[in-house]
């Protein structure tokens, strides 16, 4: 379905990706760990091109393409296929819940106002929001908001959501609520890639877990065999200074 192959890319003279490749099918969960300056969230952004790569090739489904050399054509028909969310919200502080999920869809995806309405309202429904739909960011929670975004996600009916860590801007008693409607959604099969420091909701939902350190993937597997029997000194390492923390 989705697939990276040796994907650089550099801040200045900082390289961030040093030549990852990713696999995604229909229907996987896959979770991205790593310490921060890890890379991780950066891969997560070059799959829909929030960053452009240096260097590597994207193939999704009917598209194929070089990260150097993908036509903007090439990039709205990834958008089209993916729904990213992320961890500070990006919400319109202006405008309400509702609002917030039909404008993609009617200005980016040019889908007539009453279809994405209707849309929206399913979307916002999933995530147990429908009762809130003429409110404003400002009058919601941040368990809250970040669901929204994810109904955002929902609405445009994509392939593959991204999420880039999406509970670590909420405070603790609100991860639940959110971690909860992702759940739902693996249970239904929803086909996503997820960057979070959750490990408990890791070994949960994820069908494959990649650990990720200084730009390269370290160990990828089972998440019984990464968190059961981690193969590499870093991994190991990584998940004993988080489980202290735990």
Do not use: W
């Not at 929001?129 to 400002?138: C, F, G, T, V, W």
């Not at 019984?224 to 200074?241: D, H, S």
């Amino acid at each position: 379905m989705l697939a990276l192959r040796n994907i650089h890319k550099k801040f200045g003279e900082l390289e961030v990706l040093k030549g990852v490749d990713i696999a995604v099918e229909k229907g996987d969960i896959v979770v991205i760990l790593g310490p921060s300056g890890s890379g991780k969230t950066t891969l997560l952004r070059c799959i829909n091109f929030l960053e452009r790569a240096d260097e590597g090739s994207l193939h999704f489904d009917e598209i194929q393409t070089d990260f150097s050399k993908a036509s903007k054509k090439d990039i709205n028909a990834v958008r089209k296929k993916s729904a990213f969310v992320f961890q500070n919200y990006g919400l319109f502080d202006n405008k309400t819940v509702l609002d917030n999920v039909t404008e993609g869809l009617i200005v980016g995806r040019k889908i007539p106002k009453k279809e994405a309405i209707e849309a929206a309202i399913r979307a916002l429904e999933k995530v147990g929001l429908s009762d809130r739909l003429a409110y404003y960011p400002s009058q919601l929670s941040g368990g809250q908001q970040q669901r929204v975004g994810i109904a955002r996600a929902l609405a445009v009916n994509p392939d593959v959501i991204l999420f880039d860590e999406p509970t670590s801007a909420l405070d603790p008693e609100l991860v639940g609520e959110v971690l909860h409607v992702i759940r739902k959604l693996a249970e239904e099969g929803t086909t996503m890639v997820i960057v979070t420091h959750e490990m408990t909701f890791a070994k949960e939902v994820a069908n494959r877990v990649i650990f990720m350190d200084q730009g390269v993937i370290v160990e990828e597997g089972a998440p019984e065999a990464i968190f059961g029997n981690p193969k590499e000194a870093r991994t190991r390492g990584f998940l004993q200074r988080i489980l202290a923390r735990a």
